[in-house]
């Protein structure tokens, strides 16, 4: 079974960071949601408290297939300040694991060079800091075990397109029709 750790810091964006776990759940994923802070409790950007199911100093990433960063504001500073989570995803890029992050949160893996020479996608207005990739406009880019997505309103389409890497296409399309997503009936 595939192994997904969603990282949710403090002022994380809700609907970002826990559709992705809802949708993978979905799909037979196991995922994680995982509290970079000393505490499982954590605030979303929008006062919404979650529990996460670990904290980060708690866990062993070795048999972990995909890291996830939710944007928002502050979360996205808090998770590029983690120096454990940063060298983190250096270390599952290096090591050609897949890294996937929505919103303002690319903006991290730009500043780590893992965007350099692939497309990515990012909210409006952090484009310059993915520093040497494609930018595109599109709801979701994945290049090369790189998955990065525009803000809230593509959470969906990022989330599926995480299934269809780890599970497939047709779970995907399996998910996205039970949900509803997409379909006028």
Do not use: W
């Not at 590029?80 to 303002?104: M, N, P, Q, Y």
Request: charged share 25%; net charge negative; aromatic share 4%.
């Amino acid at each position: 079974m595939s192994r997904v750790c969603v990282f949710l810091a403090d002022g994380f964006e809700e609907i970002e960071g826990l559709t992705v776990v809802d949708i993978l759940r979905r799909a037979g994923v196991e995922v994680s949601a995982v509290s970079i802070t000393d505490e499982k409790m954590v605030t979303g950007s929008h006062g919404i408290r979650v529990e996460a199911d670990a904290r980060m100093k708690e866990l062993d990433f070795k048999n972990t297939e995909m890291l996830v960063l939710p944007g928002g504001m502050p979360g996205t500073l808090h998770l590029g300040e983690c120096k454990e989570l940063t060298d983190l995803l250096l270390r599952f890029h290096e090591s050609g694991k897949k890294v996937a992050a929505i919103c303002a949160a690319p903006s991290i893996l730009g500043d780590l060079g893992i965007l350099k020479g692939r497309d990515a996608v990012c909210y409006p207005g952090f484009e310059d800091r993915l520093e040497g990739a494609n930018v595109t406009r599109a709801k979701v880019a994945a290049d090369g075990g790189v998955t990065t997505s525009r803000g809230m309103g593509t959470a969906i389409p990022f989330a599926l397109a995480l299934v269809e890497q780890l599970v497939s296409k047709e779970k995907a399309a399996e998910v996205k029709k039970s949900i509803i997503y997409g379909h006028e009936n």
